[in-house]
């Protein structure tokens, strides 16, 4: 038997978040799952494993490291306020592209680039997410 698929997770977390009215002017398009090579803030993604979900239903946690301007005197916060303000913003995703729950599992905490001392703070969004019919 054949199941639909849910939205890839991945695009709908980085369409949200580039697009949410509170996160867009903090971060501008600057969402990605890799490094990107910018001195601005900028938000980084990385997908955590999770156990098997039942079809129909598929639930994702995420890693958010949300970075701080390069050498700017209020880099520290400026990451943490971004950090707060996805864990803030994250409810709502419920009700976009198949989203029935979403929500931070994981507080935002300080944790600077080990290289290049650059401020970071991280947390963790999870969602639930199904096929639109």
Same mark, same amino acid.
């Given at each position: 038997?054949?199941? %639909?698929?849910?939205?890839? %997770?991945?695009?709908?977390?980085?369409?949200?978040?580039?697009?949410?009215?509170?996160?867009? *002017?903090?971060?501008?398009?600057?969402?990605?799952?890799?490094?990107?090579?910018?001195?601005?803030?900028?938000?980084?993604?990385?997908?955590? *494993?999770?156990?098997?979900?039942? *079809?129909?239903?598929?639930?994702?946690?995420?890693?958010?490291?949300?970075?701080? %301007?390069? +050498?700017?005197?209020? +880099?520290? +916060?400026?990451?943490?306020?971004?950090?707060?303000?996805?864990?803030?913003?994250?409810?709502?995703?419920?009700?976009?592209?198949?989203?029935?729950?979403?929500?931070?599992?994981?507080? *935002?905490?300080?944790?600077?680039?080990?290289?290049?001392?650059?401020?970071?703070?991280?947390?963790?969004?999870?969602?639930?997410?199904? %096929?639109?019919?």
């Amino acid at each position: 038997m054949l199941y %639909p698929l849910a939205a890839d %997770p991945t695009t709908v977390l980085i369409a949200f978040l580039t697009g949410h009215a509170s996160i867009s *002017p903090l971060v501008s398009t600057r969402v990605s799952t890799f490094k990107l090579d910018t001195a601005l803030t900028r938000i980084q993604l990385t997908m955590i *494993p999770g156990t098997d979900t039942q *079809p129909g239903f598929e639930t994702y946690e995420y890693q958010v490291d949300c970075w701080g %301007p390069k +050498d700017a005197a209020d +880099d520290v +916060d400026q990451a943490q306020n971004l950090a707060r303000t996805v864990c803030a913003a994250i409810y709502d995703l419920r009700g976009t592209s198949g989203v029935t729950q979403a929500s931070p599992s994981l507080r *935002p905490f300080a944790l600077p680039d080990p290289d290049t001392g650059r401020a970071r703070y991280l947390c963790q969004v999870s969602f639930t997410i199904s %096929p639109v019919s």
